[in-house]
């Protein structure tokens, strides 16, 4: 039976996707069997007349893992809005024990499962009715909290360590994202440890593409860099 973690965000864009194609990456590089897992997409990308997942097709692009979008992602859904009203537009009727099935398939062949959610912990993804956080409870896995490194980071991540700790639910620590090395981010990162309490596990750099640079290229050396193969099997 695999071992999970569940990548929350502090809200959407701040590299949920970009930390679980790292983590995944580095556990697959140093030979472990991981995969990951996105329950809900919302705001697919729609080729060839399908809707496919962006946030899979990352992780493929940085892994290159042999494995089906089906196995990787329960729900993918159009709209760019939150799950639960996208779900709602596109006639889709979401099923947690869908979600619960499809990472018990993914924990049978793997050792390794990084989940991840969709926007922070509190988006719905039924409305009214199931939240992230009820998910990271079914699943009952730890969590990291990716959050961004630039200013607005103190309140949203302060708030998020906050309402998963009153749940009970563990935070393995939290992963700074976009550092570009200024003052004011290396204050957020001393007053989010004074104020959290939960362990800084990683500081990723903001990648700077150049001209004749790619960016999966560059992702994987920032991975090599910041995210140390011991801890993040720690993080497990
Ligand atoms: N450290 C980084 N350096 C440069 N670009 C990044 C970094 N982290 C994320 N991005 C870019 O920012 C955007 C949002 O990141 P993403 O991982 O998709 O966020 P989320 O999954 O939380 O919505 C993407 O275009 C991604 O490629
Ligand atoms: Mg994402």
Redesign the pocket.
Same mark, same amino acid.
């Given at each position: 039976m695999a071992k999970g973690l569940f990548?929350i965000?502090t809200?959407?864009?701040?590299?949920?996707?970009?930390?679980? *194609?790292g983590i995944t990456y580095i556990l697959r590089k140093h030979n472990f069997n991981a995969c990951s897992f996105k329950p809900v997409q919302s705001g697919g990308i729609v080729k060839d007349n399908k809707v496919l997942s962006?946030?899979i097709e990352?992780v493929k692009d940085i892994t290159e893992i042999n494995e089906t979008n089906t196995m990787m992602n329960s729900y993918c859904l159009k709209e760019a809005v939150s799950p639960h009203i996208a779900a709602e537009i596109e006639n889709v009727t979401i099923d947690k024990n869908k979600i619960l099935e499809d990472y018990k398939k993914l924990q049978e062949k793997y050792d390794y499962v990084i989940v991840?959610g969709?926007?922070g912990i509190i988006v719905p993804l039924i409305r009214g009715k199931y939240y992230i956080y009820d998910l990271v409870k079914d699943l009952d896995i730890p969590v990291i909290i990716?959050a961004r490194a630039g200013v607005g980071t103190i309140n949203h991540t302060a708030l998020t360590v906050d309402f998963i700790k009153r749940l009970g639910i563990e935070i393995k620590g939290l992963i700074i994202?976009?550092?570009s090395n200024s003052f004011y981010e290396d204050d957020n990162i001393k007053v989010l440890k004074n104020i959290t309490n939960v362990d800084v596990i990683s500081i +990723?750099? @903001?990648?700077? +593409?150049g001209e004749n640079e790619d960016?999966i290229s @560059? *992702?994987r050396v920032?991975y090599d860099n910041s995210l140390e193969i011991k801890k993040v099997l720690n993080l497990f």
């Open positions: 990548v965000g809200d959407t864009d701040v590299g949920k996707t970009f930390v679980t *194609a962006g946030d990352f991840e969709a926007g990716v994202n976009g550092y +990723i750099n @903001k990648l700077n +593409i960016f @560059k *992702a920032e």
